[in-house]
């Protein structure tokens, strides 16, 4: 089957079924001595589960970290890591009256055409639970990152249509995402947004909704020309998340209907010459530390940084899984009426939140290493 | 530097400065015996040219390809195709004048900062002539999809806010696509493109817009889970193309303000169950062949084609290269006054539509090679 | 630090440290309903300890496998298999006299000179304990082969320059090599080698030795051209085991000193033409079913497999660590006398057997899955 | 078909058939800056052609080398470099007598087994002339090494059984390699091995020998634990060379007939100690810089080098076409009588030595640039 496998210098191989004994990562090529623990992962997991009688009923399973290598007394030992999480809640059960059924809007049929069978049992691989052993593998990156100055943030943006300010907008919070459960960073949009996912899980119906990221401090240079441009591989690896529909990078989609007067982000110096003193930040000798007046590229040109913050959106659809009756095929191709029983998230954004920020943590850890080998 | 290398089996490494003696691919791993000539390398090259007194004032090389390898007596030997197109009309005098200032939003700067130099001849590997060599590896792949009845299309859908009629709405019709320069499916939409184009020359701006592309004959099955998903791969593929700034698949950020039950395609019979006859794809025994009522996923679910068309759509932020004063940094980190002369197009579109069909085809062809290796 | 991941399709990471919580591996790649359970790995990791008073005072872990994911109700899901076996044993205190000397034929200095520091712990990722992530991924990959009636058989053909009989000499017995501790296919030379072994034991010294492999029931065509060769792949699947120093493909250096008249293989019908009836393997039609008559090439030619059997050998140094005394150097670089104390084998090549196996196998899967997606 | 590329960081894909329009390479990742030129290349490609009236009735094509990219002013872009050597002597009528034989000690049968098809003119990409591909890459990783004090040196050092001196011993000269068409490094041992070689030649005969090679000036640390080896990767990267057969590092197989205590090789203070000068390489802080009294390791301790020269030798088998008569099977499986007429070598060796020279460099440009990624 394959393709469980991330990244080319840090990389990273998740494994695990949403029922099966545990899931979890082992990351290659991450450096030694970097500070790292279980209570990094045990943080990222638990962002996972934004509970709080929010909009999700939420498995409760603890998701319990255990590093199985690659760490000693605190550090890493630039040795693979293995992460490991058990499952403790399958109950399998649940799930058999689906076992003849395709579910519209999940990877069901197509799972089947491709393999000739399918892993009923919530998903397998295609269930949300997979992102574990990501969000693990991305408290590595994030701790990698962090010795560089780098963070990597990400929030709810949109749910059904609703906006939250953004980034330079009154009212943005990034420590008020953190507290509510939607984690939108904006209070009062966050309860109007609460408000209409009451409603629509009422209706048995559930919502689509945007993730915005953003990560700082990055050098600029990070990307390759041509096919390994740092937005080609951050797209690859968002859109690599389940239920993502699409990205767009700093002005994006809006970009499309502008033009290059009002989109070209002007550079002005920072600091001094690098190698005269005053850079701040590495930059070949004679090269000066220039910064952009307006960021309409997303920190991002010709799919190199620019050292302006990397700024991205992600489009999730609906959660497929509702309520609401549907009319579906079955195993023998006749016509169903369907009905999805069980405990589902009316939108996915909250739990992605920490998903993005990991996939954005893992290709910024990969290219930091790819850019110092092929420095000249 | 690396990154110009693309794929897992049916591979494509691009070369070739913009003002050097030569640029083109070599494609390893096409499967022998797909019929391919330089006859399908030229017609596909010709379409990067939309010329014919149109928005762009093209440069006006013949781009005549050579086959160095790999192809015998109109067929494929299954060796590596290598494919050059030499350079005539370098006139590297022109961009003497930009050498010691950086462009607003071009990779100027971040390529010095990066390297620790530039090749300001035009652009090195980040100009527009590097796609050459992906337009003529896509021309391959498309040799070889042909076999398999996938055809690849794309088209500009907008310029500068103004859309044109999509698939399925009044007055779309692809053959206009290919006659009119703009490569607009719909000729009074060109026309009144057209119009707002050349406005914007005089004024000395440009213009952004979106390509939209459509695969279709793709059985179902191609992609794999978790990170190796079609769309994740496509996003990759298309997001390399120089001035892309987003890609939205089937409903896309639309989706992100809508509801699950307005979205889930529902599946129905298409023709039997596979192994009993009927099937009009290859599908495992047992496995009935379905199709969706709508296609709001773009032929993709789980990461995994559906067998409906493939449709997405690619945002290309405006031509950064504009004759209108921009204020700039130089070298020295002075404020530089800027108006780019030369011969330079107001809206990339035109130009890309090949470029995302030459992407595409590639990793389809990837997929179709990696499906048969996976497959129980 | 990366270098833990191995193969293109049927893919393994390897993770743990000698004396971390656990050492395993996760295999990406299988594909689904190949019949495999916990039971298979134990066999496998069983052969890693000769055991039985032998000539290895081996450590008495019992090495029990887990089946972490990937594999249900004794069948592959397709998804990846994480496998884990505890450390049970671990006594670091063991190795503290030799934090601060490098011992020769080690990999201490070499380590401390590429990464800064050393895990003085047993070796860390370079000790043989590494191998049982490898063992336990051979024993998927031998189910995977075991469908398509390929097997894998290594034994200890030499020890401190005692050559044991091979295939088609007098008294060689596969069947010997499971009986007795060295794997010697031949019972008196077992012995001769035994005694030898344990007069190197009390002089404190140890033994270098040959490993053999012969992989029966190929198809022909198993491998790529160029660099993907078949025994350009087994070639660095068996010299990543460490103490490894040589590899020898058929008459191998055997061949260097003969004349092409008597090293050619003369093929020979062997059953009728494909497509004509008759075939014994799959070929592409009009392919006469050909053997050879003699095997000089070892089962591999121009890189690719002839369907005959693959027969190499693998030479090994002597172990390093030895109770005789050695003139060293420490981390001040002072002269220090050394005498290695601890439980240490006296000849590798036991232990590497099963280890060669896996390595083989895992390489026959990945070019199996490969070829599907190749051929024209 | 695919196998054509090789390299992770410094990466080459070459392409080509003997009896195609061209043959070459597109290198790409050699970093920017590093002094290159067609000169480098041609002295390469002419070590190729031993000539001089020697062992080797060469075809007299000039190969004249073109660079189509990535080279500007005498020094690497940093680009892909593209190089191309169009074919002039193609001649397909010599093999026509020839299409329908399978040609023993080649890969004719087992190449229509797998392609279902064979490109009888001269071996297509299994010909010899496909190392022309390999030396011109060769020689950019050469031109990289250089500016970092390594060399790579390969000579033929035994041909049908007869050894020439080696290094340390006496008469053993690296200049003669140069100057006699056998590339033997002692002139009274070429005079015999030529004498042997003109009686092979008068009896329809070939000859097997063996390729010796040794870099120097290596760093200690290249290499990367456990699949990722410095010995694992240049095993794979001369085993992809036609006609190797055999590959054994420092004392190689003699290693598995000798002892522990006469195998270690011991390790001294060469310099002073990392930090506080006298370092006479980059090593990290407080880490002694050690060397070895002898070099039985052969400059690889546990897959990394240890500083030392790298040495390895490389057993070819004999030339498989011979003039003398031999039985083989033909498309109908017919016994068929096969004299080879043409233009063939006695012994691959001569030939083969810059080859070895160009896999050698190749490996040690990738992983000298893994290197500075992977460093803490």
Redesign the interface.
């Known amino acids: 089957?394959?393709?469980?496998?991330?990244g080319?210098?840090f990389?990273v191989?998740?494994?695990?079924?949403s029922h099966?004994?545990?899931?979890?990562c082992?990351i290659?090529?991450?450096?030694?001595?970097v500070p790292f623990s279980e209570e990094d992962i045990r943080r990222e997991l638990s962002r996972r589960r934004p509970g709080g009688g929010g909009p999700a009923t939420t498995r409760s399973e603890p998701d319990e970290p255990?590093?199985?290598?690659?760490v000693?007394e605190g550090k890493t030992?630039?040795?693979?890591?293995?992460i490991?999480v058990r499952n403790t809640a399958q109950r399998p059960g649940d799930y058999d009256s689906l076992k003849d059924v395709?579910r519209?809007?999940?990877?069901d049929?197509?799972?089947?055409?491709?393999?000739?069978?399918r892993?009923h049992r919530g998903g397998?691989?295609?269930s949300g639970r997979?992102t574990l052993g990501r969000v693990a593998a991305g408290a590595a990156a994030k701790a990698f990152l962090s010795g560089f100055g780098i963070t990597v943030r990400a929030w709810t943006s949109?749910v059904?249509?609703i906006d939250s300010p953004g980034p330079g907008e009154s009212g943005f919070d990034l420590d008020e995402a953190e507290r509510n459960p939607l984690r939108v960073p904006h209070r009062e949009t966050a309860e109007r947004i609460l408000k209409v996912i009451e409603k629509?899980r009422a209706e048995?119906?559930?919502?689509?909704?945007?993730v915005s990221c953003s990560a700082a401090g990055l050098p600029?240079?990070l990307g390759?020309?041509?096919?390994?441009?740092l937005?080609?591989?951050l797209?690859?690896?968002v859109?690599?998340i389940?239920a993502?529909?699409?990205?767009?990078?700093?002005?994006?989609?809006a970009?499309?209907?502008?033009?290059?007067?009002?989109?070209?982000?002007?550079?002005?110096?920072k600091n001094?010459?690098a190698g005269d003193g005053g850079a701040s930040c590495p930059?070949?000798?004679?090269?000066?530390?220039?910064e952009y007046e307006t960021n309409?590229?997303?920190g991002v040109?010709?799919?190199?940084?620019?050292?302006m913050p990397l700024e991205f959106t992600v489009?999730?659809?609906?959660?497929?899984?509702?309520s609401?009756h549907?009319?579906?095929?079955d195993?023998?191709?006749?016509?169903r009426d369907l009905a999805i029983q069980g405990r589902h998230d009316v939108c996915v954004c909250p739990r992605a939140v920490p998903v993005v920020e990991a996939m954005t943590a893992l290709v910024l850890a990969d290219l930091l290493?790819?850019?110092?080998?092929?420095?000249?």
């Open positions: 089957m394959g393709g469980s496998g991330f080319t210098i990389t191989t998740t494994f695990g079924e099966g004994p545990a899931l979890g082992v290659d090529g991450c450096p030694a001595g255990e590093i199985l290598s690659g000693f030992l630039g040795t693979p890591i293995a490991m395709y519209p809007g999940h990877a049929w197509v799972w089947e055409a491709k393999y000739g069978f892993d397998g691989r295609s997979e949109a059904a249509g629509l048995g119906d559930s919502a689509g909704g945007i600029p240079g390759d020309p041509v096919f390994g441009k937005d080609a591989r797209a690859a690896a859109l690599s389940g993502a529909k699409a990205v767009s990078f700093g002005a994006g989609f970009a499309a209907s502008s033009r290059g007067s009002l989109q070209n982000d002007r550079p002005v110096l001094g010459i930059l070949p000798p004679g090269v000066p530390d220039l309409n590229a997303g040109l010709g799919g190199i940084s620019t050292g489009a999730f659809k609906p959660i497929a899984s509702i609401r549907q009319e579906t095929a195993r023998e191709g006749n016509v290493l790819l850019n110092r080998s092929g420095r000249t």
